[in-house]
């Protein structure tokens, strides 16, 4: 059974910082590429950041030069380095895998960052 537990969203100051984590259980986690997703009200869930098995990344331009993804595959964890927070990235947050080879994806539940201004 896939499970992907996010955490480290929180309450935080515009100019802040935040470190999510995502941790894969169930899965051969190197083969996947993973992704952060994020959803503000009355928006549809926008990717903010990817990283490949590889390791190759790619970012949403509103938050290029903020925001870093990284994966530790002996942790089966992927991180989202947030820097610089501002009030428009308040948003549920949500980890995302998948393996296009299988056609498998799987989501967390999801994790809030409120951004305060």
């Known amino acids: 059974q896939v499970q992907l537990v996010e955490s480290g969203g929180g309450l935080v100051q515009a100019g802040g910082s935040l470190r999510l984590s995502c941790v894969a259980s169930?899965?051969?986690?190197?083969?996947?590429?993973m992704a952060w997703y994020r959803q503000a009200p009355g928006k549809q869930r926008e990717l903010v950041a990817r990283i490949t098995d590889q390791g190759v990344t790619n970012y949403a331009d509103p938050v290029k030069d903020r925001f870093t993804i990284s994966r530790d595959n002996a942790k089966n964890t992927v991180y989202l380095q947030m820097n610089s927070l501002k009030p428009q990235d308040t948003a549920v947050y949500y980890c995302?895998?998948?393996?296009?080879?299988?056609?498998?994806?799987?989501w967390g539940q999801g994790t809030q960052v409120t951004v305060s201004s």
């Open positions: 169930g899965m051969i986690f190197r083969r996947n590429d």
């Open positions: 995302n895998s998948n393996r296009p080879q299988l056609g498998l994806q799987y």
